[in-house]
Nanobody
């Protein structure tokens, strides 16, 4: 049973930064791509960023490219999302996902509980 635990969300002013973390239980963490998705009120969940198992390749939604950075530490079974230059439209619940399909940016069935990010204007 995979467990994904996110942390690091909170309230920040526009232009500020936050760093999200997602720690995964289980073995073979480095075998899986990891992704971040988000869901704003009244909207569908959307892809934000993904990283391959080794950490050598990263992928971003156009809306966050140049502002967000995904990274991972395979020794700590943890994936990070550094969010800079935050905008009010980044307000959402952010979810960690283990094993998204990189080719289509579609999530797997393995989700964390989510962490709220609120950006005030």
């Amino acid at each position: 049973q995979v467990q994904l635990v996110e942390s690091g969300g909170g309230l920040v002013q526009a232009g500020g930064s936050l760093r999200l973390s997602c720690r995964a239980s289980g073995r073979l963490f480095s075998s899986y791509a990891m992704g971040w998705f988000r869901q704003a009120p009244g909207k569908e969940r959307e892809f934000v960023a993904a990283i391959n198992g080794s950490g050598g390749r990263t992928y971003y939604a156009d809306s966050v490219k140049g502002r967000f950075t995904i990274s991972r530490d395979n020794f700590k079974n943890t994936v990070y999302l550094q969010m800079d230059s935050l905008k009010p439209e980044d307000t959402a619940v952010y979810y960690c996902n283990r094993g998204p399909t990189i080719a289509t940016m579609q999530p797997s069935i393995y989700w964390g509980q989510g962490t709220q990010v609120t950006v005030s204007s």
